[in-house]
């Protein structure tokens, strides 16, 4: 049976250790610097945990699950043989892992929050790593986590990266400047939701987000845009993000209609 240790305790890192639990390739210890979330996730998942690297298990495989700019220090911790390390994100270069022998990606594309079950067999996971050998041993890992596999360098992951951030966490600060808008007056967020979900499940059923754009941009709507830069006279940064993503909006949807 490989053995993996998982390096990390955060949103990526305890999902990669339950998903790994799920089909039957238990981690044998989470090392974590956090102590509180390090040893509670693995209370989880039932393993092992240190927070010291000198005290790390013997495995196959190493995962670094932890934030971009610390994933080179916690490299260069590791005295770990031919074991494979890996580290999760996607706009790292495995080069980051260059000191061991064997060394790759694994990154799952998704968001994750803690508490919140994701089902990986839905997920892509995108792999590279620096030889035939270990590509062949990590893909075998992410084949039992999804049926969606895709080896990719730092360039391709890097693009889907920066998209997936357009995609996920800015689409969901517009949810949270929505949010606050509605506050001001105590409307409830919630009212919101029905509308959020269809956006949502309109995007997931078409050919291109750009067939189903709606809204006063679109329409080139001068007095209603108008009266909702009033409304945000007072929101300075809010209103100068409103008035770039309707100009965005217009601009593409001409190109889009001029093809």
Not at 35 to 45: E, H, Y
Request: aromatic share 6%.
């Amino acid at each position: 049976m490989m053995k993996v240790v998982i390096i990390g305790s955060g949103n990526v890192a305890e999902a990669t250790a339950i998903a790994l639990k799920k089909c039957n390739l238990t981690p044998i210890q989470i090392c974590a610097r956090n102590r509180v979330n390090g040893s509670t996730l693995a209370d989880k998942i039932g393993c092992s945990y240190t927070e010291d690297f000198t005290n790390i298990a013997d495995a196959d495989i190493y995962i670094i699950s932890v934030s971009d700019d610390a994933i080179a220090q916690i490299s260069s911790q590791l005295n770990i043989g031919n074991a494979i390390v890996l580290h999760t994100a996607g706009s790292v270069d495995m080069q980051s892992l260059s000191k061991h022998k064997n060394f790759g990606i694994l990154y799952p594309l998704q968001t994750f929050t803690k508490g919140r079950y994701v089902e990986f067999k839905e997920i892509p996971i995108l792999i590279e790593a620096n030889s035939t050998k270990t590509l062949e041993v990590i893909k075998g890992v992410a084949e039992k986590l999804t049926d969606k596999v895709i080896e990719a360098d730092i360039n391709y992951r890097s693009k889907l990266h920066l998209a997936a951030v357009f995609a996920c966490n800015f689409s969901n600060h517009m949810y949270a400047i929505a949010e606050k808008l509605l506050e001001r007056d105590d409307i409830p967020f919630d009212i919101l939701k029905p509308l959020i979900k269809e956006t949502t499940n309109k995007v997931l059923d078409s050919k291109s987000p750009l067939d189903i754009q709606t809204g006063p941009a679109i329409r080139d709507d001068f007095k209603t845009k108008a009266k909702h830069c009033e409304m945000l006279t007072d929101k300075i940064i809010k209103r100068n993000i409103y008035v770039t993503l309707s100009q965005n909006i217009w601009e593409i949807s001409k190109k889009t209609s001029q093809k």
